[in-house]
């Protein structure tokens, strides 16, 4: 991904990286643990692709975008798994370094790229980033030079209406990306392509210009890649009719799987730079946690802080590492993820949980299809993992009700170092604002 401004209306956006629908089916508990390590191999996403991302159970894709690989140490002590749109020039040096800590890289098939079909390290294809926004001068200076804005535009959308351009011309169209798409698979057909989009497929956004009440254009764009990947950050102050609702970020999730209908993989593009204006390194745990938690199958972090700086915001590029409470969440947060990354690889269980809020959904987060508390469910050695998020800042309690179970028991609250008494297959917890709690039932 790229940075990217868009000035009409002051909106300046941000990208990041994409993901497929898991397609599997649950294993049968009397199975071994080998074969439950094998099968859970083969139900991978990745395994159609010998190049692609690992298809080890113990692994996550836990992505930072558009970062330097001096910082690769860093990165991996962090809990990151791989670089989404390297840093500077594609060269030999970056996947040596990267491989050096343990990290993969997407990036663009470039001659670097193609000169390294051979390596692990490489484990896809990144399309240009955020193609449905208005584009640069500069940019369609480089694609279509000596053509005009409505030349461009009449080019490749017929039906674009006359106006006067500015500094900013035309989104790029889906045909072009679908032509990208399958050109490098002729190249190469054992890595996935990532595609990076904003989030105008369920929102209305100013920076797709004539585009933007036609949400239909994602189902092409998809159509261009094997992970798809969106992009909102809530915190940074720049859309205020849904500025800090964080919880419009797994809003988007839950869409795009919809859209995708399972065909593709998907990931989310999550806020983790430095702590600014609604951004908080509690508000970016929580959008990873819901993110996950509506079916995200990885996350690429954007760690940049963004100008300009009469707006008070210097840039920095890793500014993760600029703030201690930022880092450590961070951390923490990528260390639980890969610490779970077994369970979280797994096929989601539907209907084994039903849960009971004290507090109901707002009318506008009921109106996203999302529940007061989301929870999720996966089955792994024999034990129900139950993932639940408050989806909204407010405290709340929660009532969980286990499908078929009638017995009592204690169920393990993973990580926080303590238990709950079961009773009859219901226990109750609380939560506050934007919290996240994981629960294991033992068989």
Known sequence: MGITYARGGGIMTVALAVGLALAAVLLSVSRTAGQADRAATSESPYARWS????????WFPIGVWAQNVSDARRYSEAGVTMYVALGGKTNEAQFDELKKHNLYAVCTQNDAGLANLENKTLIGWQQLDEPDIAKSAAF?????????FAEIAAEV??????????????PYPPKWI???????????????????????FFRPYGARMFRKDHPEDYIEYIKGCDIICYDFYPGRGQH?????KFWVVPEGVKRLRQMCEGKRIVWVCIEAMKPFKLHTPRTSKAQVWMSLIHGAQGIVYFVHQMGPPDR???????????????????????????????????PTV??????ASSVPASDEVAKAGLDPIAVMVKRHEENTYVFAVRTEDAPAAARFTVKGVSASSKVEVVGEGREIEMKRGVFTDQFQGLQEHIYRLKK
């Not at 190049?51 to 113990?58: A, I, L, R, V």
């Not at 959308?157 to 351009?165: F, V």
């Open 312 to 346: 008070g915001d210097m840039f920095i590029h890793n500014s993760v590492f600029s703030d201690k409470e930022m880092l450590d969440t961070f951390t923490e947060t990528n260390k639980r993820i890969l610490s779970l990354a077994p369970v979280l690889n797994r």
């Open 178 to 200: 679908q032509q990208t798409y399958a050109q490098w698979r002729q190249k190469d057909p054992n890595r996935p392509v990532f595609l990076n989009v904003t989030f105008g």
């Open 140 to 148: 369609w200076k480089e694609h279509r030079p000596g053509k005009s």
């Open 240 to 244: 205020p009719d849904i500025d800090g």
């Open 157 to 170: 959308w017929p039906d674009a209406p006359k106006r006067q351009w500015a500094e900013y011309g035309p």
């Open 51 to 58: 190049y692609g991302p690992p298809t080890d159970p113990n």
């Open 350 to 355: 539907s209907g084994a949980v039903r849960v």
